[in-house]
């Protein structure tokens, strides 16, 4: 018996197909995210009382383009109309560099002209994106190539992403007075001295990587000739947080180079001591750029879990 085949058009199935395909291509490629490229970029909100996190795929290759492409998005108006970007607030970013883990924003004068709360928000914003770019550690900006203070006067130095948490409403710049109790060293350097010291600080800070920075600052005026500083003050702080009770402290390398005339014991316990003077904190982790396994001064191991030392403490005679 002869087949006989009828011959039938067979576009319409080979279009509906290729659509078909074309559109599973769509769904895969905008619906689903590399995770290993996607960065999180921050918006100021439009009643400009807080920041908002938005996730976005990188494009880039390299270092220098990361960089380039997370300042071209904090520069790009969300497709929200109810956030801003952060530069694209009345100001131009002049000019900016990476040098040393820190990168350098140079402002034009008009970013004098923000708010205070909206200008503590930009910074969040700026900081908290560009401080996920490979090598960048620390953002300072300056203005005209000058140092940017606050409204309270104080400079603004280095920020870290740390630095920035996430405070409601008016509380983004809000400023308490708190007192801290810090320990520097006795004039011989063998021994912790307790100072008290009351501050107006950012309630942006967190109050550990506050009580840090104050003891990188070093003993006040009034104090000076009986305590002394302990930690190298050009030491940088990488990051800190606090979990189960305990502080993790990430310094870098240059808390290894003690200038001061202090026992390591000394340097070690100015820390731990005046962190577990806070409510919260326990015990302090050191770390060097995220490593444990050091010797301080080739004497103590950086792998211990510090707790405070009351042995140490002396009186002024």
Partial sequence: MRNCYKWRPMWPTVVFLLVGVLLCAGCGSSGQMDISRVKNIYYVNNTETGVEMHKYEMQSETQEEELKELIERL???PNKLEYKAPLQMGFSLLSYRLEDSILYLDMSEEYHNMSPTKEVLVRAALVRTLSQA???????????????????GNVVGLMAADQFIDNAGDE??????????????????TALIATNRTIAYNTNISMERLVVDELLAGPRTEVSDVAFPTINPGTKVVSISVRDGICYVNFDDNFLTQIYNVSSDVAIYSIVNSLAELSGVNKVQISVNGETNILYRESVSLTT??????DLITTVE
């Avoid at 490979?134 to 309270?152: C, F, H, K, P, R």
């Fill in 75 to 77: 520069g790009t108006m």
């Fill in 134 to 152: 490979a090598g960048v550690s620390y953002v300072m900006i300056t203005v005209e190539g000058t140092q940017l203070y606050d409204n309270l």
């Fill in 172 to 189: 983004i710049n809000a400023y308490e007075r708190v007192s801290l109790r810090l320990y520097f060293a006795n004039e011989d350097g």
């Fill in 305 to 310: 879990v510090f707790e405070r030392n009351l």
